[in-house]
């Protein structure tokens, strides 16, 4: 089909606004020989030269006219197999709502070093304390784009990735059960709101620890996948608070399904009655040169000294730049609100627009039960915080790099259970530290052929996979199966 100049000149304009326009749909739709070579150009240009291939591309496809050959057709999209069933791992007996961990059994994860330039950059509203990533990161080794341009042609927009393969290069080395316990790198500013006198405190309490707690379970700025948890599949930790423990916080999370993927996770401190509860279905989806991955289902955080409940979701995560050097950002409208004092939070996690602007901006109000703003926040979720109340003139600065940091404690891999994170994962793990790409595709094949085996066994004979910690709620979500109770002294999970 022949293309008019505006038409060529308007496709390569598009580029710039959302690149999947030109990328993607060139290939899939319109990949006429001349056209294709073209789009494959643009699509393997690293960022730094990307606007002068982006010209020239556009003056040769104005050079060419209007008389392309006709398409060729495009092959049918590869159906790629699910690939993150658990197998049908043997419970040990009265699991229950599992034991306590012993300190014993225990060893501290090394705490991430702090970033020295985030806390060296005075707070500045006109300047992002975050360097742009692509500044920070290697671009991906030749083999590795090749093998994101095959699987780029297999996808469309707005695609669920749930049953899609993706490389193994990409995984993170570890499961998404432990990046979501990493999230609690300051537990002491989780406990704190239970400490607060009065209700707006707590609900600011509240407040500082959400937006403190996302920093934390990025581990530098090139964005990576953590390993699809396996259903059945648990994690377990737990942070040491105060001279001689005597505030211990205790993290269990499980994946409870696959289809759709449901982590669990609970969190506990019988010391301060402080308990949390959530069930999160992740949801991806391909949005041509970004993978959006949605969080949905909510958080309960209760402190059972005031019989307060505060629920709160988490933010949509998007994965930028997934063909040169992908990085990670935060892009929703949340809330966070307490029914019992009426007080609320409304946060906004801010997108980076395409020219300028700043990475991982963040804003919230709190308002009281009479709706006036008694607090508004303003800066990054990775580097500073300004805390401003306007009806006592006062401010203040939260830089995140500068919190103390609290390592979580875990049992060491030989004495975990067969279907705990670590453990499960452990050969993928060791072969990408080693480097050995191949090796763990293999061994992470290995999970998911087993994985494949005990689905259809289950299927086959009606049985359920049998949830091990969690239990089904009034709402579909999933709740612990022993949460902790008023005055109890000892933790449970």
């Known amino acids: 089909t022949a293309f008019s100049a505006n038409w060529n000149y308007s496709l390569v304009v598009a580029y710039f606004n959302q690149p999947i326009n030109f990328g993607i749909e060139a290939l899939r739709l319109w990949s006429t020989p001349s056209l294709l070579s073209l789009s494959v150009e643009l699509l393997q240009a690293d960022l730094d030269s990307i606007q002068g291939a982006a010209a020239a591309a556009a003056r040769r496809i104005l050079s060419a006219g209007g008389g392309q050959q006709q398409p060729e057709p495009v092959p049918p999209a590869h159906h790629y197999s699910s690939a993150t069933d658990l197998a049908d791992l043997k419970v040990p007996a009265g699991h229950g709502g599992g034991r306590s961990l012993s300190s ?48 780029l042609q297999q996808l469309k927009l707005g695609m669920d990735l749930t049953r899609v393969v993706l490389p193994t290069f990409i995984l993170e080395k570890r499961s998404l059960l432990e990046r979501f316990a990493d999230s609690m790198l300051h537990p002491d500013m989780f406990l704190r709101p239970a400490d607060m006198p009065d209700p707006e405190s707590r609900m600011v309490a509240v407040l500082e620890w959400y937006l403190t707690s996302f920093h934390a379970g990025r581990k530098g700025a090139l964005a990576k996948k953590p390993y699809n948890p396996l259903i059945g599949e648990t994690f377990h930790c737990s942070w040491n ?19 759709p993927p449901v982590t669990a996770f609970y969190l506990e401190c019988p010391q301060k009655q402080v308990w949390l509860n959530s069930s999160i279905y992740t949801k991806s989806k391909f949005m041509g040169m970004s993978i959006g991955v949605n969080m949905v289902g909510r958080m309960q955080l209760h402190l059972m000294r005031h019989d307060e409940v505060y629920n709160m979701q988490l933010p949509s995560a998007y994965a930028r730049s997934i063909l040169t050097v992908p990085w990670v950002e935060l892009g929703d409208k949340v809330t966070i609100s307490c029914p019992k004092s009426r007080y609320s939070a409304a946060v906004v996690f801010h997108t980076k627009p395409f020219y300028g602007g700043r990475l991982h901006r963040v804003s919230a109000e709190v308002r009281n039960p009479a709706s006036s703003v008694v607090c508004r926040v303003s800066g990054e979720w990775s580097g500073q915080l300004e805390f401003d109340y306007p009806a006592l003139g006062v401010k203040k600065v939260l830089d995140v790099a500068q919190l103390p940091v609290t390592p979580k404690r875990v049992r060491p891999k030989q004495l975990q259970r067969p279907y705990e994170s670590r453990r499960i994962w452990g050969a993928v793990t060791d072969a990408l530290r ?51 109770e008023k005055d109890q002294a000892d933790t449970m999970a």
């Open 104 to 151: 014993t059994d225990l060893t501290d994860d090394p705490a991430p070093p702090q970033s020295a330039a985030a806390a060296a950059v005075p707070f500045n509203r006109a300047a992002s304390t975050a360097p742009i990533p692509e500044m920070l990161e290697p671009p991906p080794l030749p083999e590795h784009k090749s093998v994101i341009l095959h699987l």
């Open 434 to 484: 080693s480097g050995d790409i191949g090796r763990a595709t293999e061994e992470k094949r290995k999970l998911e052929d087993v994985q494949r085996c005990c689905e259809k066994y289950r299927k086959d004979r009606n049985l359920p996979f049998p949830v091990k910690y969690f239990v089904r709620d009034d709402e579909g979500g999933w709740i612990f199966r022993r949460t902790l």
């Open 241 to 259: 608070l105060g001279g001689g423990g005597e505030n211990r916080l205790v993290y269990t999370a499980e994946q409870v399904s696959h289809h």
